[in-house]
Structures are given as structure tokens and as C-alpha cells.
């Protein structure tokens, strides 16, 4: 996904809008394959990034962004 490929905050930010405004299921599941499988949260300081990132986003104005990015954050905790 090229907003992913970007590496920066605001690409993250727009999936994660994107994935909290997702109305069909088949899309909010897309968004999180993409999320979830995105090679650069595989490394330790990828992970880092993406955590580093996603907390950044919990304070966003955005609510939905704000959500989604507390709910990563979770479940990132709960699988490590």
C-alpha cells in the first residue's frame, strides 16, 4: 500500500482513518491485512517506529484515528 511505503506519520494516519471509516467489512479487513503484514513492523526498530507512531496518533483529532490507533496499540501488547 503506497500510503504505508511512505514511512512517515501522515501515511499511517491516513490508513488508520481510513480503516476507521471502512463501512464494508471487506475493506476494514484489507486495511488490517495491509497493517498487519507490513514488512517494516517486522524488525525491532520497525516495531519501534510503528509503536513510537501509533502512540503519536493516540493524542490525533481525530477520534477514529485516535481509536484505532489505541486499539493497534493493544493488540500489539497482547501478542508480545
Do not use: F, H, Y
Request: net charge negative.
Amino acid at each position: 500500500m503506497a500510503l504505508l511505503a511512505r514511512e512517515d506519520l501522515p501515511g499511517l494516519r491516513a490508513v488508520l482513518a481510513a480503516l476507521a471509516n471502512a463501512t464494508n467489512q471487506g475493506t476494514a479487513d484489507q486495511l488490517s491485512a495491509e497493517l498487519d503484514c507490513d514488512p517494516r513492523w517486522m524488525t525491532g526498530n520497525g516495531m519501534t517506529e510503528l509503536i513510537r507512531q501509533l502512540k503519536t496518533l493516540t493524542s490525533d483529532a481525530d477520534s477514529g484515528v485516535r481509536d484505532e490507533a489505541q486499539r493497534r496499540l493493544s493488540l500489539l501488547r497482547q501478542n508480545n
